[in-house]
């Protein structure tokens, strides 16, 4: 029993610990953006971050490419990485959230792509949460339906027409995710692939509520493209909303089965 109670006790400090670190991880990411906006207040600011911006690609590259090597011998070398605070994976998402954030201030607004990232760093560090703590159909749901509010973001900000192409994006993903669904209760969790298979859930019945949130996507998106057609993009905002709502609802349904 005392065995059991260590092991407990040393899974809960790797959870506690390294998810403290994914959160400082986006507390430094955020006061670098709060850099970054007081500069670009001056034309020297602007000029001094467009320059700069490629050499965090740069960066964000090479620690993508670092992690990419760290997954590779990882692969190589099977060993225990249960209690790996710092993996290949994580240096990919890493790196390239880096990379994708500075060319994303080199080619759009930078007030916008301030914004956004103000709300993309701290749902980073929530989905790490979401993935460590609960279920992973509900880590794929969550990250489905974060995904969908980025573009419901994009369509109120877009034009009539690139709005309806967001949604249409939008029906792709909601028929992904049904399809990795139906392919999860079709193999008992189980994905196969290349004669391959790989365990994502341990029970296939776990994918009922994906369905309902494929179904859910979908209609938001259908509306989407009647309510950008008939008035504008804008109104798009009160769909993240409603996204917002069926998230916390399904938060406390996976909760809940948890108890």
């Keep these: 029993m005392g065995r059991n109670t260590g092991k407990q006790f040393t899974r809960n400090s790797f959870l506690v610990n390294k998810t403290c670190g994914v959160f400082l991880l986006a507390i430094l990411g955020i006061l670098a953006l709060v850099f970054v906006n007081n500069t670009i207040k001056t034309a020297a600011g602007v000029v001094a971050v467009l ?73 980073f560090a929530v989905a790490y949460l979401l993935f460590s703590l609960l279920q992973r159909e509900f880590f794929g749901q969550a990250v489905a339906i974060g995904i969908s509010m980025l573009l419901f973001w994009a369509v109120a900000r877009a034009g009539t027409r690139t709005g309806i192409i967001f949604c249409a994006i939008g029906l792709l993903l909601c028929v992904l995710l049904a399809g990795a669904a139906f392919l999860l209760k079709k193999g008992d969790g189980v994905l196969s692939f290349a004669g391959k298979k790989l365990r994502i859930l341990d029970n296939g019945d776990d994918v009922a509520a994906a369905f309902v949130t494929a179904g859910v996507l979908a209609l938001c998106f259908i509306a989407g493209i009647i309510l950008t057609s008939l008035w504008y993009g804008g109104i ?24």
């Design 236 to 259: 798009a905002v009160y769909l993240i909303y409603g996204l917002c709502a069926y998230l916390f609802i399904l938060a406390v349904y996976y909760t809940v089965k948890l108890m």
């Design 51 to 123: 320059n700069s911006t490629w050499i965090f690609v740069g960066i964000g590259a090479a620690m993508f490419l670092l992690g990419v090597f760290l997954l590779v011998r990882d692969a190589r070398r099977p060993s225990d990485k249960k209690w790996r605070y710092v993996t290949g994976f994580d240096v990919c998402v890493v790196g390239l959230l880096i990379a994708c954030s500075a060319f994303l201030l080199w080619r759009l607004n930078m007030v916008d792509v301030i914004r956004l990232l103000y709300i993309v760093y701290p749902c």
